[in-house]
């Protein structure tokens, strides 16, 4: 299942304008340059920690970096209507990219408050 988000077109870019090859982004963010493609097609969501390197490598922020993953959750739902006969991988997926949807989510919350109360 390949679940798009901003995160990967982004990623993507960022190493095109800073003349960095897949390799060498890929080294400075501790992962192969296969889990590097993996991440830009969508095929793969960094978890957190991997999310802190990506910032750290691209020098942005990291809630930055996390507001992208933010459009997640509609191709998640998409992509399960899509594939109705969902076997117990398919579901563990999702099941795992809900769960730091609701994460992302959470901290989206947190940090509205936060500007509000400023």
Request: glycine content about 6%; hydrophobic content about 45%.
């Amino acid at each position: 299942m390949i679940v798009k988000t901003q995160l990967g077109t982004w990623m993507e870019n960022e190493r095109l304008a800073k003349g960095l090859t897949k390799g060498k982004i890929s080294d400075m963010i501790g992962i192969s340059v296969g889990q590097y493609s993996a991440y830009v097609a969508g095929k793969s969501v960094p978890r957190d920690k991997t999310l802190e390197k990506i910032a750290k490598a691209y020098e942005k922020p990291l809630e930055d970096v996390q507001a992208m993953l933010a459009p997640i959750a509609q191709d998640v739902f998409v992509a399960a209507e899509a594939d109705t006969a969902c076997d117990a991988e398919c579901e563990g997926a999702l099941i795992a990219r809900l769960t730091l949807l609701e994460a992302k989510l959470d901290y989206a919350v947190k940090l509205l408050e936060h500007v509000s109360r400023a």
